[in-house]
């Protein structure tokens, strides 16, 4: 199968079950990412406009999906799953440290998919991992989306909370930033970015390892 056709069935299938129990794990390294990137943007002047860093947050995790769309048309593709757990593992056990509250349905579900990740890998199920792979990758779009386009959404339009079930979780907060600059919902803001951001992704979807 061809890396744009395996990246278009992810992408759909993530469309449709972002929100429920089965993509907790990737809300868990999708929000890792975001709040990575946010201690990032603290760093900029306090006289950096709200709207700005909400911007160069999007910026940044949609340089994070590039980034790994890069690598997982190199031979490390496989191994980008078992790292991004890792490391959102790590920062789960750092915070739980600091706070001295440990979430303990978090913490087993990251425990889960590292363990199958490692037998994934003992048994060199490449063809398995190149989705998980995808899966992993094409997550942060469906939180960017999540994010800036469907909270924002049902924000302004209450009654869609039901249909836009994508914002179950709402782990982030990167939509408010856009909220009426010009003038101009924070919804129709998301929307503009999301196309902008996804063209990208879409360009560098392709050509990388069959599956």
């Not at 760093?43 to 994070?64: C, H, K, M, N, Y």
């Not at 869609?160 to 003038?183: A, C, N, P, Q, R």
Request: hydrophobic share 60%; aromatic share 14%; with cysteine.
């Amino acid at each position: 199968m061809r890396s744009e056709e395996r990246a278009g069935i992810v992408a759909a299938a993530l469309l449709l079950l972002w929100g429920t129990v089965l993509t907790f794990p990737l809300h868990r390294f999708t929000t890792f990412l975001e709040d990575a990137g946010a201690a990032a943007v603290d760093l900029l002047p306090a006289s950096v406009p709200f709207f700005v860093r909400g911007l160069i947050l999007v910026v940044l995790l949609t340089a994070a999906e590039l980034l790994l769309l890069f690598v997982s048309g190199t031979g490390f593709a496989c191994f980008i799953p078992a790292a991004a757990f890792l490391m959102t593992t790590v920062f789960f056990c750092v915070r739980c440290i600091r706070t001295g509250v440990f979430g303990a349905a978090e913490g087993i579900c990251l425990a889960a998919v590292l363990t199958v990740l490692a037998v994934l890998h003992f048994f060199k199920a490449e063809k398995i991992l190149l989705w998980v792979t995808d899966i992993t990758i094409f997550s942060i779009s469906a939180h960017l989306l999540a994010s800036i386009v469907a909270a924002p959404l049902a924000a302004a339009y209450p009654a869609l909370k039901t249909v836009l079930y994508i914002t179950h979780y709402d782990d982030t907060f990167i939509g408010e930033s856009f909220g009426g600059f010009l003038t101009l919902p924070a919804f129709v803001w998301g929307i503009f970015f999301m196309i902008i951001f996804t063209l990208p992704v879409i360009y560098y979807s392709f050509s990388r390892k069959k599956a």
